[in-house]
């Protein structure tokens, strides 16, 4: 259970600080090790951050390989442990429950940034817990007002840039479904060229055909006008008893 934050060298208890106790406690760790670490409060917020960051996936971010920072989250008591994890380092805040999850988000990366800046592939790598403490405290104290007195605007600019993220993940979306549709398109136009072919082999068949059922009638015709001619030659010559009649 989370105690009450209270300011060092005054009684615990919420105090109604504001913005000012909106942020209560971070850190930068390796590993689980906790390198440096800042508060300007009293509690047990550090004992069980350290919890929490036993519980975290080892390989969370995708191990030292440079992956995308990977993001947990704990709720205790009305506070959040927030954690952003990359290249085998854990940056921490516990912040109010009532904090917008983008002040954290924004603190978190500003200090994943800054620490990378200052100390990595240096003597971060191979620190003792807290012995940043010292050099990197204060920094870690600056960067918590900044977000502090800059949390509307960083809210404006983290839902611009969503809202971004958002038309461009749209864009993409159409593009994937407009070459979709070339796709389908293409093979319309291939069946459209298959149906084309096989309308001129049909054609040329029917060609065939009639030609074919033309000849078959013409030679019925020859045939019936044939023995037509035949017959009129038999009666010709069974009338006339022979081919010439003006004899009789």
């Known amino acids: 259970m989370a105690s009450p934050p209270g300011k060092k060298g005054e009684g615990g208890g919420d105090g109604g600080g504001g913005k000012a106790e909106w942020l209560i406690y971070a850190f ?6 906790v390198l440096a670490e800042y508060t300007e409060f009293t509690g047990n917020f550090p004992a069980l951050a350290a919890q929490c960051l036993q519980r975290l996936p080892a390989s969370g971010d995708g191990g030292s390989g440079g992956g995308a920072p990977a993001r947990f989250s704990y709720a205790c008591d009305g506070h959040t442990f927030n954690f952003l994890l990359h290249r085998g380092y854990a940056y921490c805040v516990v912040a ?14 500003r200090l994943k940034d800054d620490f990378m800046k200052r100390y ?21 104290k600056q960067h918590m007002q900044y977000v502090l007195d800059h949390s509307e605007e960083i809210e404006k600019t983290l839902k611009v840039q969503a809202q971004v993220s958002e038309v461009k993940n749209i864009m993409l979306e159409n593009i994937e479904k407009t070459l979709g549709r070339g796709e389908k398109l293409s093979e319309l ?6 149906l084309q072919s096989q309308a001129q082999e049909f054609k040329k068949k029917g060609v065939k055909i009639r030609r074919k059922t033309w000849l078959q009638n013409m030679k019925i015709k020859l045939v019936v006008l044939g023995i037509l001619l035949l017959l009129v030659i038999i009666v010709w010559v069974s009338v006339c008893q022979g081919f010439d009649c003006t004899k009789h």
């Open 28 to 33: 930068v760790a390796r590993g689980t090790a």
């Open 96 to 109: 109010k429950e009532s904090v917008p999850k983008n002040v954290s988000v924004a603190f978190l990366e």
């Open 189 to 194: 136009q291939d069946k459209t060229s298959d």
């Open 120 to 140: 990595g592939g240096g003597k971060a790598d191979t620190a003792l817990a807290k012995s940043l403490n010292k050099e990197y405290g204060p920094v870690i």
